[in-house]
């Protein structure tokens, strides 16, 4: 099953673009006031479960975080926030894998 759910989520991303999805969001607004409510320092681990080309990461890495790992199914959806990232993408752990088995 996972394969098959892989193979969904790639054809999705290498089919359309990034914004062009239900789920996106110019600025990932209820994340980012979620984690300044929970008043979370900056050097505290993150990940993004689900992240795919989600900007979350980029809003993070400008806010100073720095043990980010992002984690998505779909390799072409990483592969769209790292491309975005440029240099800043090193930084960061990205992880291709079913959350469900991973």
Known sequence: ???EKREHWDEVYRTKSADSVSWYQPTPEPSLRALDELQLPAMASLIDVGGGASSLVDRLVER???DLTV???AAPALEVAKAR???EAARIAWVVADVTSW
């Open 64 to 66: 100073g975080w720095s």
């Open 85 to 87: 990232l440029r240099d």
């Open 1 to 3: 099953m996972t394969g």
């Open 71 to 73: 984690l998505d199914i």
